[in-house]
């Protein structure tokens, strides 16, 4: 018996000890995007992006001379079970880095646990600046890489005089749309003739609200309306429009969170003309986007399937990590952010992204107008990329606050009159 046990005992050791190496001969990938609810509509997509470029990574021999293992997971839409889920990445699972989050809720539940555990988030999608983590990269566009361009082009190039900024409930449209409001005043644009409206994630009873942007639209100045309305509710929010009359011609919507995949779950022919400010489209015309595209419907197995903004990101986001890691030779957290400052890799629209001190990443400015198939015609764009910033000008508490994890300042939150690093690093 004690011969069994010994063999028994040995056995488990071999096994045990196998698990530890084959464990050690991965590197952990953290998926954190939302597979239900309200934002599934934006976010799956997402996860699949990322499966698809570890795939796609695997193939060329992992990182470092290790497969790269995609551990995913559903905060389905629950902002408080995003930061559970986090922690659960990170202490159980031990990922490396996590690619994930889409709404800036989810991001600033998920925050204080990958700041406790040093962990590391590509957080893929635009959001509304006022924030610089140690230990989050911004991939999506700042307010001054997609929502002051908007503005200046509805501004400038349609003639708007009066100003709609409508929105979903939370941290983002109304960060944003605080940032939008004090722009337009500096512009001289009067308080009258700006209205703000939120509503709930996944509202649906648009008939009222319409009813009163159009009202709101019929006073004699070009009037456009300025949408940071998430997920699912774009739906009923753009057939709302239809139904009242309101096209591009006579009140333009320029969005925010509405790209091609939005638009493909849609009628889009009474949409035409309508638009949208991103840092890619689909038919952005580059030959690494056609190569991106083709693998994408590969991967997907559906030639319907489309690309889109927070898809370049994840992108972007992923190759830098790569690079990064690389470079560090190793994956630690520390050595990566330290590694990835100044790294550039290709952009899909036939540009560079770099990666700035601040944690942000230089992007170019589009303007798309919605056609018929659901896709966007660009009609403006910037002549080079922008350096995301992450803390506007246009806020009193932000305007001399700047972001630079490099030596000496190494904050978040630095205020340049000051000389010092206010509160907590973001």
Not at 139 to 151: D, F, L, R
Request: proline share 4%; net charge neutral.
């Amino acid at each position: 018996m004690k011969k069994i046990l010994a063999k028994s005992l040995c056995v488990a050791a071999i096994v045990t000890m196998s698990t530890i190496a084959q464990a050690a001969d991965t590197i952990k990938v953290g998926v954190l995007h939302s597979l239900s609810g309200t934002m599934a509509i934006s976010e799956t997509t997402l996860k699949d992006t990322v499966l698809m470029l570890i795939e796609e990574q695997n193939k060329k021999g992992g990182v470092l001379g290790k497969k790269l293992e995609p551990v995913v997971v559903d905060p389905a839409s629950n902002w408080p079970l995003f930061a559970e889920k986090m922690r659960g990445l990170l202490t159980k699972e031990k990922v490396d880095v996590t690619f994930g989050c889409w709404t800036s809720v989810s991001r600033k539940s998920v925050l204080p646990v990958v700041e406790e555990l040093n962990g590391l988030l590509f957080y893929p999608v635009q959001y509304e600046g006022e924030e610089s983590s140690k230990n989050v990269f911004y991939t999506g566009a700042s307010p001054n890489q997609q929502a002051i361009p908007a503005v200046d082009y509805l501004m400038n190039e349609i003639g708007v005089k009066r100003w709609v900024l409508a929105g979903t409930d939370y941290v983002y449209p109304r960060t944003t749309n605080k940032i939008l409001e004090s722009y337009l005043k500096s512009k001289g644009v009067k308080s009258k003739d700006i209205m703000i409206n939120y509503t709930p994630f996944g509202h649906s009873d648009w008939q009222s609200i319409v009813s009163d942007v159009k009202k709101f639209g019929s006073a004699g100045k070009k009037t456009a309306v300025v949408s940071t309305i998430n997920g699912d509710a774009n739906v009923p929010f753009y057939k709302e429009l239809s139904n009242q009359g309101i096209s591009a011609e006579n009140i333009p919507v320029v969005a925010f969170s509405v790209g091609e995949e939005e638009l493909s779950g849609i009628d889009a022919k009474p949409l035409v003309g309508h638009l949208a400010a991103w840092n890619y489209f689909q038919s952005s015309e580059a030959e690494i986007n056609d190569q991106f595209i083709a693998t994408w419907k590969k991967f997907i197995k559906n030639d319907k399937r489309v690309t889109n903004d927070p898809m370049e990101a994840t992108y972007v986001g992923f190759k830098l990590w790569v690079k990064a890691v690389e470079k560090a030779g190793t994956t630690d957290v520390s050595a990566v952010s330290k590694a990835i400052i100044g790294l550039q890799v290709p952009n899909l629209t036939g540009g560079t992204a770099t990666m700035l001190k601040n944690h942000h990443i230089t992007k170019p400015v589009l303007i798309g107008e919605i056609q018929e198939d659901g896709q966007f015609e660009t009609v403006w764009q910037t002549e080079s990329e922008i350096p995301g910033d992450a803390w506007s000008n246009f806020l009193p508490s932000s305007k001399d606050v700047i972001s630079n994890w490099t030596e000496p300042i190494n904050c978040g939150n630095y205020n340049t009159i000051t000389k010092k690093c206010s509160g907590q690093n973001y």
